[in-house]
């Protein structure tokens, strides 16, 4: 996000300025691929530090072995929190997107088909199936729905 808005023609403020340190969630490897994604787009200046959940292991670029912070640190205490506000974040936007997904119908899609009418259709009929198996007419009793959307939603169900 933050190279998209730093090539953007208006800015985000709230990218207002480049972050110095990158947290990746994950070891060694994980470091070394986001060091490379960095470099490949000539950002050099950002320092990158990975946290393997396993051991609380603290990875930078280039070291084989990963630095060791005591179980009372501030530090690493610190680098926990990232990392836990990040795996709350990406779970609650999985889960937004899959119940999102779960709510989607193939009546979503039909044009001139809105919100509104797309509840009352259901109302009506009870079930996608049903409208599937409507006729135009029957379709058409519906409040809101003309013959020419009528036929949109039966050349969409038909597919």
Known sequence: ?????????????????????LVVDG?????????????????????????????????????????????????LFLM?????EAHRFAITYHRSKRAKAMTSSVLDDIPGLGESKRTALLRHFGS????????AEEICEVKGIGPSL??????ALAD
């Open 1 to 21: 996000r933050y190279l998209e808005q730093m090539t953007s023609e208006e800015p985000d403020e709230r990218f207002g300025y480049r972050p110095s340190l």
């Open 150 to 155: 009528a036929a949109k939603i039966i050349a």
């Open 27 to 75: 070891a060694g490897p994980q470091v070394a691929a986001a060091t490379r994604a960095l470099n490949d787009l000539g950002i050099i200046d950002i320092s990158v530090v990975g946290l393997a959940k396993r051991l609380e292991e603290i990875w930078v670029p280039n070291d084989p072995f990963p630095v060791i912070l005591p179980r009372n640190s501030e530090g």
């Open 128 to 135: 996608v199936k049903k409208v599937r198996a409507a006729t």
């Open 80 to 84: 926990q929190r990232l990392r836990d």
